[in-house]
């Protein structure tokens, strides 16, 4: 579990750090308006993500 909460997906603490590491190298903060679609970029990718596994969940009963 705790790997996966590292996957670079902004919802996620590797998203986070992926912004930091953004930062890091452009040498100032993140657009808040780029962080904001990246959230919910991510947002939607998890939920398919659980839809999606449970449909398949549900599919094989």
Not at 6 to 27: S, T
Not at 32 to 37: D, P, V
Request: glycine share 12%; hydrophobic share 55%; no cysteine.
């Amino acid at each position: 579990l705790g790997v996966l909460n590292l996957l670079p997906i902004p919802v996620l603490d590797g998203g986070h750090l992926l912004f930091y590491f953004a930062e890091l190298l452009a040498g100032r903060p993140v657009p808040e308006k780029i962080q904001a679609l990246g959230y919910q970029v991510g947002l939607f990718l998890v939920l398919g993500i659980m839809i999606l596994a449970l449909y398949n969940d549900f599919s094989r009963l």
